[in-house]
């Protein structure tokens, strides 16, 4: 499940926002020059006014300066994010521990020692399954899960995605849009609820060993919460 988002302090905030940058920077040859051309064109309309109206308008333009890099960083991160998530096992429950809105990943919670594996996340639109990896395996995987789930979960709707490009399956491209843009079937205690039912059935089971999830393809973990408004 997804940590609750801790505070942080304006220091730690500042070093979170550095880490994106670099990672980046790194994965986007186009960043620096989007990023430069962001602080530029505001500074320029900032000496401008301020040459015309006065200096009231320097922490406007400041601020405006400092909104136009971070919104640039925000679009530009997410798409160096799934860029270097793209193919990588695990990444589909990678991206979405970064998601805010309450939302509660379990990855792997059903895996093979060739990588395919099936993630769980819970949320306000219900239960959703997520399967990576070979489709003929993980057809029958997700059948077994859809089995295990309906125990308890009632009737909370459950959807289920096969992550991939090709016919039928979700590109990880497009994977936070579409579930934002499931319809909310349930409250948030109905989620409380659900969630704690799921783990007492989980915990019923043998514990499955799980593949390898890579974490190189992204910073380290709370880097992208402070930047992102969903």
Not at 69 to 86: G, P, Q, T, Y
Not at 198 to 204: C, E, F, G, Q, V
């Amino acid at each position: 499940m997804a940590k609750a988002q801790e505070k942080v302090s304006f220091g730690q905030r500042l070093k979170q926002i550095g880490m994106v940058f670099s990672f980046t920077a790194k994965r986007d040859k186009w960043f620096v020059p989007l990023a430069v051309v962001a602080v530029l064109v505001p500074l320029a309309l900032t000496v401008v006014a301020v040459l015309a109206w006065g200096w009231l308008w320097l922490p406007v333009g400041i601020l405006v300066t400092l909104l136009s890099l971070l919104i640039v960083l925000n679009l530009r991160s997410n798409l160096a994010m799934m860029n270097a998530a793209e193919g990588q096992p695990g990444a589909a429950a990678s991206i979405l521990e970064n998601m805010r809105g309450g939302w509660r990943v379990t990855p792997a919670i059903s895996s093979t020692t060739q990588l395919d594996m099936i993630h769980l996340v819970i949320g306000r639109p219900g239960v959703i399954l997520l399967a990576e990896g070979n489709r003929q395996r993980t057809r029958s995987m997700l059948g077994q899960e859809k089995r295990r789930l309906a125990k308890v979960i009632g009737s909370a709707p459950l959807y289920d995605y096969t992550i991939g490009s090709g016919e039928g399956e979700l590109s990880i491209r497009k994977l936070r849009m579409t579930l934002m843009r499931l319809p909310h079937s349930l409250s948030g205690k109905e989620v409380n609820a659900l969630d704690r039912r799921i783990k007492a059935l989980s915990a019923a089971r043998p514990q499955l060993p799980k593949g390898a999830i890579p974490k190189n393809m992204r910073p380290p973990k709370g880097a992208f919460r402070q930047m992102r408004g969903r």
